[in-house]
């Protein structure tokens, strides 16, 4: 019997993160680069962040791209598209994909992150996480490249 049986200790942490596709009129996707300081620096990535305990992920998403970003929206604006699930060594990725076509505000960069919009079938050209490379083919399938 191994010692985390019969308790509730998880054998590998699960992560679960939020991420959205903002999507504006010539249907170009915003993506954020993560600052220095933080993982994965440099990467670009689709914006969002981590649950916080007993979150809800729409509720989250609107609290990161208020705090990231300082935009607001709404539950009703935000669509399930698709579900990033990555392993890394000590821990495993749970990722939703919203898009949002409609929200108060410009994206600005609040956390030292550069941003872009790009089209989708130009994601490629943009070193992101690996959580993130195979949400871009949905994407690609739903705004064209
Ligand atoms: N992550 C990966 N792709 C994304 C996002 C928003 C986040 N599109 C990963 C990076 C971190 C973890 O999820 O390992 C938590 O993200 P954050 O809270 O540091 O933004
Ligand atoms: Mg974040």
Known sequence: MSASEGTNEPSIR???????ALVDEDNRILIAQRPEGKNLAGLWEFPGGKLEAGERPEVALIRELEEELGIKTKEA?????TFASHGY???HLLMPLYICRRWEGVPQSREGQALKWVRAGALRDYPMPPADLPLIAPLVDLLGA
Request: hydrophobic content about 75%; overall charge negative; aromatic content about 6%.
């Open 77 to 81: 604006c935000l669509a399930p598209l």
């Open 14 to 20: 699960l992560l679960l993160v939020v991420a959205v």
């Open 89 to 91: 060594d000590d821990f």
